[in-house]
């Protein structure tokens, strides 16, 4: 496969050739006309299923441009990979079909969290056993990943709208709480009066954290215009959330407030998934 801005001119080239305007190609496509745009200007290097979506909407044969020898270079499959999951470079199509799997991430990442806290009330009254070590690390796993792809529908939806501060947040807040994660699976493997550190670790990440929230609750304020009244809510108990939280004194309103925050977030996705689906995003 060429590289750019080669790859680029071609599919311009054959663009211009069958007389599409870069509005009729997204027609056929669902390619955005922005990614359109800068795939044809060299500006970016798109995934190969792009290349390929638009290459089908354009009547051309994939296997002319995707042969059996093709090789790609393992460090920048791996950057490829990355780039995948935090949706940069992505298409219209992938920043959709991100919403799904972030508002059932979603219930989720708010179940395990009840259950979590069960778990460590358990482990504080009866200690720590093989079975229960096992489990606690399970559920930090799976709290990772559902956080993850909950986040990513944020994201997914700061791209479509344009909505600068909403990425930010997004990012930041996947950083954080992966890292926070990860070192609480580290202090549960090595160490048995895991609770109590990381009650200590989490006391210092308090205001920082609140500080994070207020960032990604003004994100999702700025999009009411897009998605109505219920990313105004939204955004509001995000923040409110964010200030309880790092004042440290009123943390524990923060703590009650969090439930609803989660709700909420999850309906304003869900609704931006059903909108994505007839068309109306």
């Known amino acids: 496969m060429m590289e750019q801005p080669m790859l680029g ?12 305007t870069q509005h009729e190609l997204r027609e056929i496509s669902h390619v955005s006309v922005r990614t359109i745009q800068r795939i044809e200007s060299g500006a970016v290097t798109p995934r190969a299923s792009t290349i390929k979506i638009l290459l089908e909407a354009l009547g051309e044969d ?13 460090n920048h499959l791996s950057i490829k990979t990355i780039k995948d999951m935090l949706l940069i470079d992505s298409s219209e199509i992938e920043q959709k079909n991100a919403l799904t799997p972030a508002w059932i ?32 690390i399970l559920i930090k796993v799976i709290t990772i990943v559902a956080f993850f792809l909950f986040t990513r529908g944020f994201l997914s939806l700061s791209i479509l709208f344009e909505n600068q501060l909403l990425r930010i947040g997004s990012y930041i807040s996947i950083a954080s709480i ?39 609750g003004l ?13 105004k809510v939204a955004g509001r108990l995000e923040v409110a959330f964010g200030i309880a939280y790092m004042t440290l004194i009123f943390s524990f309103i923060g703590l009650v407030l969090l439930p609803a925050v989660l709700v909420v977030e999850i309906v ?14």
Request: glycine letters at 10%.
């Open 9 to 20: 001119g071609k599919l311009l080239a054959l663009r211009t050739e069958k007389g599409m």
């Open 62 to 74: 994939t296997n002319d441009w995707f042969g059996p020898t093709h090789v790609i270079v393992k």
């Open 105 to 136: 991430s979603g219930i989720i990442y708010l179940l395990i969290g009840i259950i979590e806290i069960g778990l460590n009330v358990h482990i504080s009254d009866h200690g720590m056993s093989v079975s229960l070590l096992t489990i606690s």
């Open 178 to 216: 992966t890292s926070i994660y990860l070192a609480e699976i580290i202090i549960v493997a090595l160490s048995q009066d895991h609770l109590e550190i990381i009650d200590t670790l989490n006391a210092f990440a308090v205001v920082p954290f609140g500080a994070i929230s207020i960032i990604f």
């Open 219 to 231: 994100g999702i304020m700025r999009l009411q215009d897009g998605m109505g009244r219920i990313a």
């Open 268 to 281: 304003l996705l869900s609704k931006a998934d059903q909108l994505s689906r007839s068309g109306q995003i």
